[in-house]
C-alpha cells in the first residue's frame, strides 16, 4: 500500500521555466491538498480540491495552478518558475465526510530548486 | 500566516526523558492535530483532539488542550532516539472545512 506518491523526488529549474508536480493516493480519499514547506517553517496550504471536481485557494496560492484529474490524482503546475518558489512541495490526502475530523496523510515531498 | 506556533522550537533531552512540546493558536478550533516529520520525510499523524475534549492518549503520547487559554501541549514519555524528529501542531478552525494551519515546529533531540 503505497499511500499517497510524488514525483518527482527532486528537480531544479531555471526561473522562467514551467513544471507539473504530480501526486497519487491510493487510499480513496476525496480530499488532497498541496502545501509548500520553507527552512524552519510549517507547511503553508496552496491549493485543495475538497472533493474530486472542485479546487479552492489555499494560503499562498499566487504563482500556482492544480487540476484534480480524478479522484486519486492532483498536480500542482508552476506555469513560471521564480525563486521564491524554491521550496519543498508535500502533497496530502484525507477522508470525507467530517473532513475537519479527518488525519491527513502525506507523501514524502518533491524537493525544488529555482535558478 | 501561522495559526499554530510551538514552543520550544528546539529541544535536547536524554534517552528515557519526557519531552514536552506547547502549542497556542489564535482563533477558534474544531480540532487540533500534532504531526510527527522525520528528517527528509514526509509529515504523519500522531494525534487527534476535538475542541470538547482536554486529554487524550495514544500509547507514550499525551496531549492536551485548553481551548480557554488557545493552547495544547504534547508530552512524550520516556523518549527513544527514534523520537528524533519535528513535531507540529495543526489546527482545522471552526470556519473552514478542509484546510489545517500548521505552526512552525519544534525540533526534537534524543540522545541517546
Known amino acids: 500500500n503505497a499511500g499517497v506518491t510524488q514525483t518527482p523526488k527532486f528537480q531544479v529549474l531555471k526561473t522562467g521555466q514551467s513544471m507539473t508536480l504530480q501526486c497519487a493516493q491510493d487510499?480513496?480519499?476525496?480530499?488532497m491538498y498541496w502545501y509548500r514547506q520553507d527552512p524552519g517553517m510549517g507547511l503553508r496550504l496552496i491549493y485543495y480540491?475538497?472533493?474530486?471536481?472542485t479546487t479552492d485557494k489555499g494560503e499562498v496560492p499566487n504563482g500556482y495552478n492544480v487540476s484534480r484529474l480524478n479522484k486519486r490524482e492532483f498536480s500542482l503546475r508552476l506555469e513560471s518558475a521564480a525563486p521564491s518558489q524554491t521550496s519543498v512541495y508535500f502533497c496530502?490526502?484525507?477522508?470525507w465526510g467530517r473532513g475537519r475530523d479527518q488525519p491527513q496523510h502525506f507523501g514524502d515531498g518533491t524537493r525544488l530548486s529555482i535558478l | 500566516s501561522q495559526q499554530g506556533e510551538e514552543d520550544p522550537q528546539a529541544l535536547s533531552i536524554q534517552e528515557g526523558e519526557n519531552a514536552t512540546m506547547n502549542c497556542s493558536y489564535k482563533?477558534?478550533?474544531?480540532?487540533l492535530q500534532w504531526y510527527r516529520q522525520n528528517s527528509g520525510r514526509g509529515l504523519v499523524h500522531l494525534i487527534l483532539?476535538?475542541?470538547?475534549?482536554r486529554e487524550k492518549h495514544s500509547g507514550r503520547l499525551r496531549v492536551t488542550l485548553d481551548t480557554s487559554k488557545k493552547s495544547s501541549s504534547l508530552l512524550i514519555t520516556a523518549s527513544r532516539a527514534a523520537d528524533t524528529a519535528s513535531y507540529f501542531c495543526?489546527?482545522?478552525?471552526?470556519?473552514?472545512?478542509?484546510?489545517?494551519?500548521f505552526g512552525s515546529g519544534t525540533r526534537l533531540l534524543v540522545r541517546p
Open positions: 496530502a490526502s484525507s477522508e
Open positions: 480540491s475538497a472533493s474530486e471536481g
Open positions: 495543526a489546527t482545522a478552525a471552526m470556519d473552514s472545512s478542509y484546510k489545517l494551519i
Open positions: 487510499m480513496n480519499h476525496n480530499s
Open positions: 482563533t477558534s478550533i474544531n480540532n
Open positions: 483532539i476535538r475542541s470538547n475534549e
